[in-house]
């Protein structure tokens, strides 16, 4: 019998076979790549949790979600034994450009459902326009499905107007989920600019406080921001690690690492990156590193990277490449920049979160977007980079549009740099592996040349 969307019980047992499989063989791939930190492993089982375990489980989980965790009762994190307590709610967010901080300064806990899912894409497709951003169709697809309870356990969602998929994705989804658009100013260099953003901020509280039932206070807020703050120190450490020349750890695995973070508490997600961080200054000090000397240092930028669409950076690896670093939103730059807060009253505070979310970020939404060319400079010189690559995916045109911005800045650094185009399913691997195994031995054979 059909549900209300018009997907029966057969339709969703066959998504769930198809998408737990998809995760599945990801993460398998990932862990395989090279020996995986054991206090990476936590994040893993994150991701796992989220999208193989908790899928096939759905009929037993109806009333737990994967992504409100509040404690830990053994030294790494099990999903065993992560438990929540029953009235803490989840607010789902369709973008960086929600401040994590105010959410939890609400008494509520963030949850990006930016997904990569195959299966979730292919049921989207039939409700959002065939040209639509396939990232969109995978939130979509979720939201029809009801078969991913990090999702279906949201009690809001906010989804911030960056495009115009999101911003008719926010008027679609409203039908199956609680929709609060947020709205981005195009610029972001003057103060005004910030002023637009801060007043829809202002806006967001009261709705999220009649979902928490708690209010938003300075002393919650002061909390929300050092919590998240923490994390991100935690991250600027990582960091140090990961600018070493040889490579202490897959790139892919970070990047899982990362994407971990949606489903996770912000202060577990930090106590978890301390560990690693001590296991990667203990690699360090042991010379255990996991690339070669001769090996290209590859940087991804463009389009999100959403777990379990990781075919990018596997393929990077597979052919023979170091994933050295990432400018995507589901990657480092979430996570860069901390608040600055120097006016510690309510409005101050409030204000640094505005100017935190908008002036240092790099997504092309905005008009003048100059600060991404400096930042990716900036990110080439920091992790020895000797090529570019520009993920794109098919319909995402914002970042699109940058190409050819991107490809002039890279040509006067002489730093190549590819465009790769794709999709979400498995029918463009084997293309995307021809072009990317051909990207690095150009430039094998350009790092080659300048030995000679």
Known sequence: M???NGINERQ????????????ASYLKRAKELSELPDAAKPFFDVLENTYVNNVKKITKLENTSPSDFTHCGTELLHMADIQKPEERKSIGTLCVMVPA???????????RLCSGSYTAYS????????????????????????????FDNCSLLVAPVTCDCKKKLAGTIDSVK????????????DDADTEIFLKELYCLIPLLENVTGEQVTAKSL???????????????????????DLSLMSGTQVMAVMNAYSY???????????????????RLSQGRFVSRKNQPRILVTGSPIAFPNIKVPLLIEEMGGVLAADETCMGERGLYDPVSVIDASFDGMMRSLASRYTKPCTCPVFVDNSQRIYRIKQMIKEHKIQGVIYHVLRGCLVYDYEYQLMEDAMGKMDIPIIRVESDYNEEDVEQLRIRIEAFIELIKLKELKKEA
């Not at 990232?135 to 309870?149: C, D, E, H, R, S």
Request: hydrophobic share 45%; glycine share 6%.
């Open 101 to 111: 901080e105010l959410v939890y300064a609400a008494g509520a806990m963030p949850v």
């Open 123 to 150: 049921i989207g497709d039939d409700y959002i326009p065939r040209d639509a951003c396939p990232l969109v169709k995978a939130v979509m697809g979720f939201g029809k499905i009801k078969a991913l309870p990090a």
């Open 12 to 23: 969703r047992e066959l998504f769930i076979r198809k998408s737990t499989r998809v995760a």
């Open 2 to 4: 059909a549900d209300q």
């Open 222 to 244: 002061a909390e929300g921001i050092n919590m998240v703050g923490n994390a991100r120190y935690e991250m600027s450490e990582f960091l140090k690690y990961r600018r070493h």
């Open 178 to 189: 609680d929709t609060i658009p947020l709205h981005i100013p195009p610029l972001k260099k």
């Open 264 to 282: 996770m508490p912000v202060n577990l997600w930090a106590k978890q990156m301390h560990r690693l961080n001590e296991e990667m200054k203990l």
